[in-house]
């Protein structure tokens, strides 16, 4: 039987436009050390690894006249050397070359007629590093049946592993007339198969017609000289090119913050990310008056006993957590992202950071598909900004042998959103990607620095904690000897509602 596209996945795909490209990406950067992970050792590593995932074999074929969806059809003339590309920074290159390079690519929608995917494999950075940039569509990575490349080109050893070549070969496509007639018989077999394609069919007309309705607006504006709606700093029309921010933090840092002040690690990236916001629209002379808060879409993972614990898919879920810009204290910022986020653990379905590392198969790069996935389905929701943090393995992965130093996301931005985050932890380290349009955010280098700046508030909130610390024993001694010193003020408990 012919394995069509889903309904959810044809909203997806229809969301898609020139200025929406709903694909996924990942940084990574790799230090080869003698290991001689070259671009043909990549190659050969994903040609030993790709029948683990088929459907980066496969393209969507569509069907005439709309009668059912489109469905999944092995690539005929499959050639992965199309898909796995070559590049290079002129030596030695630096992060902020690299970081422009990436945008370029990401700002590129992919081939609907060919598989929805591309490598590429960048040479000449600094210090003999190499960078491996993936690039998936939304509706390639479900977590059930097709997880992220990525994912199976990570060992956790340095010795490559040869796992043996498949003897793949294609099944014969279908001609336009035999995709029809499959289709007709299908919605006779299976009426509510036809109610599913109608119903995806026309809201996938509703949002074109929508787009050109909205494109038509803007031009009569501009032609009657009146002025076009204001769009605010995080939200506006998107252009069709991007830019890409990179930003490494230690996750011990995350520790003593959290140890001293209660929360996640979780609490203290979206406090982190807070600060960020509020320090770049104080640059930016916004008031904060009117917008005390934003709406943060962060996809929560979650143990669902009632779902196919198989799918990963399943253990992610929808949650709004307002970010409070308007606060200008650190601590409290951070006390009241965890008071917000209380509710969702609470529920006894969230997932520690732990125990998700844990779980088999898991790869940062298939739940930040999925994360993104999650976040597109909830766009009436209306939120500001999307947030995935991923906690990923805290031990050093290898592709072809060599190490893996940094894993950055690339996160899709939706349309009318011209700003994401994807935060990775891995080794010790935790990576922030930010994905911002490059016309409605120009000063995006401005963004990356307030993230920096606001992670260091919250560490000096910790050394001024340490350095009271003392001061209260000596006090608490001195009571006990009889004098006369005033007790210390009681603190408020970590994650109490200010």
Known sequence: MTERLRPRDLTLLATESASTPMHNATLEIFDPQDSGFDYEALVRLIDDRIAFVPRYRQRLQPVPGRLANPAW?????????????????????????????????????????????????????????????????????????????????????????????????????????????????????????AWATTRANTEALLRTVGGARQRSAEVFSALSGKPAGQASPVQGRLSEQRRFLTLRTDLDDYKRIRRVHGGTVNDVILATITGGLRAWLMTRSESLAGMRTLRAMVPMSVIDDDLEPTSLGTQIAPHVVHLPIGEPSPVVRLHQVSYDLRAHSETGRAVSARRLAGISGFAPTTFHALGSRLTATQLRRGFHVSVTNVPGPQFPLYAGG????????????????????????????????????????????????CLEESLEELKDSVSDQRQRAPRGRKRTTAAKSGSRAKPAKAAKSPGAPS
């Open 402 to 449: 060599a190490v893996m130093l940094e894993s950055y996301p690339i996160h899709p931005l939706l349309p009318d959103h011209p700003l994401a985050f994807g935060v990775t932890s891995y080794n010790g380290g935790v990576f922030y990607g930010i994905t911002v349009d490059r016309d409605a955010v120009p000063d995006a280098d401005v963004l990356a620095q």
């Open 73 to 193: 059809m092995d690539e005929e003339h499959f050639e992965l050397g199309y898909h796995v590309r070559r590049s290079a920074l002129p030596r030695p290159g630096t992060m902020a070359q690299l970081r422009e390079l990436v945008a370029r690519i990401a700002s590129r929608p992919l081939d609907r007629n060919r598989p929805l995917w591309e490598i590429y494999f960048v040479e000449g950075l600094s210090d003999g590093r190499v960078a491996v940039l993936t690039k998936s569509h939304q509706i390639l990575v479900d977590g059930r049946e097709t997880v992220d490349i990525g994912q199976v080109l990570l060992d956790t050893d340095p010795q490559a592993r040869t796992l043996g070549h498949d003897e793949w070969r294609p099944r014969a496509g279908r001609t336009p007339i035999a995709m029809a007639v499959d289709a007709l018989t299908e919605s006779i077999e299976r009426p509510r198969t």
